[in-house]
């Protein structure tokens, strides 16, 4: 496993910009394939982005598609989560999660970064 940072989060207005930060230790970091996931208040975690380890393969939920990137710096152990027109609704705990296989679960999370998108 690995540990993993989230950072970036914080309160903005509506149409504004964000860029999420998860920083993993360890030496195989491009072994993983990563992903974010959010909770809002009351609602179940969904799923939000996706990478593979390489990042040369990427998919998206419907419902930000097109305004959020996912992306990772192997040199870094960083993945990153552009977030461009920001909508009330994307308000929730974002984490960021790895996994060295498809065949199995993620099951190495962060602790999470808050994103409040205001009217």
Do not use: H
């Amino acid at each position: 496993q690995v540990q993993l940072v989230e950072s970036g989060g914080g309160l903005v207005q509506a149409g504004d910009s964000l860029r999420l930060s998860c920083a993993a230790s360890g030496r195989t970091f491009s072994n993983y394939g990563m992903a974010w996931f959010r909770q809002a208040p009351g609602k179940d975690r969904e799923f939000v982005a996706r990478i593979s380890g390489s990042g040369d393969s990427t998919y998206y939920a419907d419902s930000v598609k097109g305004r959020f990137t996912i992306s990772r710096d192997n040199a870094k152990n960083t993945v990153y989560l552009q977030m461009n027109s920001l909508k009330p609704e994307d308000t929730a705990v974002y984490y960021c999660a790895a996994r060295l296989s498809i065949l199995v679960g993620y099951n190495s999370w962060g602790q999470g970064t808050q994103v409040t998108v205001s009217l």
